[in-house]
């Protein structure tokens, strides 16, 4: 039996975590922790049966008391670098989804993992069509070079752009030969017009109510345009992936970084 600590379990995320995990056999929820909603059982927090575990604000202690195995976090960044750092204290492996984790801080953390030989899961889309949609992305950059980004969510999301289009633009700027239009200097006659740049991939955001989390990439060549967009209709989307990461996450020993990894090899 795999034992699930859920951290952000009062959230949006951890809410269907909580679902998730207690539905998939081989695994439980074991303990929660938010700093909101303390004291009130999880399972009724998340619109199911009462689990018998109660939010608490304090992860150390339920690490402590709940001999959990896996973490699973879905908070803000500094919340989960501060967490992943606890769970690693106590042996415990962290299957991370919150978005706008520093690099430094992810380096910080594959260190502590490998010293430790604890597996661990950072993850910054647990869709798999999204997974998939980066992946063509990094292939179609090959024959088209001049590629933007236009990722849609949710006004709630707390950073922009989202991780998937950051992780995108690095694949399509490792994936191409020569550079493409991102990198003309233009007049932009309003401050952003033209997006963000990440190695002369422009990455656009657009945050709406109604969006849930889609991304669009558009390739242009002589001619022709190729588009290819993923949409995440609801947060269920996400959940599969979390599940194959709470399995894999028990054969790693140290941090790996994206569910293409353990997709692709
Ligand atoms: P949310 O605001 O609904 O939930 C976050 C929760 O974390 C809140 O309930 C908050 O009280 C709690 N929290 C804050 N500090 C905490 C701490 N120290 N310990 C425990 N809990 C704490 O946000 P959300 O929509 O659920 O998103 C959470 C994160 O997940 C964001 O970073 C978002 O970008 C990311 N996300 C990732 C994926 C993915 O596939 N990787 C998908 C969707 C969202």
Do not use: W
Request: with cysteine; glycine share 12%.
């Amino acid at each position: 039996m795999i034992r699930v600590v859920v951290t952000g379990a009062a959230g949006r995320m951890g809410r269907e975590v909580v679902k998730a995990v207690s539905r998939t056999p081989g695994m439980e929820v074991v303990g929660a922790v938010d700093p909101g909603h303390p004291g009130q059982d999880v399972g009724l927090l998340a619109g199911i049966e009462a689990l018998g575990v109660t939010v608490r604000g304090d992860l150390a202690e339920v690490l402590r008391t709940s001999k959990a195995t896996v973490m699973v976090d879905f908070t803000t960044p500094g919340a989960a670098v501060a967490n992943i750092k606890t769970a690693l204290e106590y042996g415990v492996r962290p299957v991370v989804g919150t978005t706008g984790i520093a690099q430094r801080d992810v380096e910080e953390i594959k260190a502590i993992c490998r010293e430790k030989r604890l597996g661990g899961l950072i993850v910054p889309n647990f869709a798999l069509g999204a997974v998939l949609m980066m992946h063509f992305a990094g292939i179609a950059a090959r024959y088209f070079p001049d590629v933007e980004i236009i990722e849609l969510h949710h006004p709630q999301k707390l950073d922009a752009p989202s991780g998937t289009a950051l992780q995108t633009a690095d694949i399509v700027a490792r994936s191409r030969q020569e550079k493409g239009v991102g990198d003309r200097t233009e007049v932009e006659k309003l401050d952003g017009a033209r997006g963000g740049n990440l190695e002369g991939v422009r990455i656009h955001s657009v945050r709406l109510p109604g969006l849930v989390a889609h991304q669009e990439v558009i390739f242009g060549g002589l001619g022709q345009t190729l588009t290819i967009r993923h949409d995440s209709t609801s947060r269920e989307s996400f959940m599969p992936g979390v599940i194959m990461a709470i399995k894999k996450v028990m054969e790693l020993e140290q941090l790996v970084y994206g569910l293409d990894r353990l997709i692709f090899g």
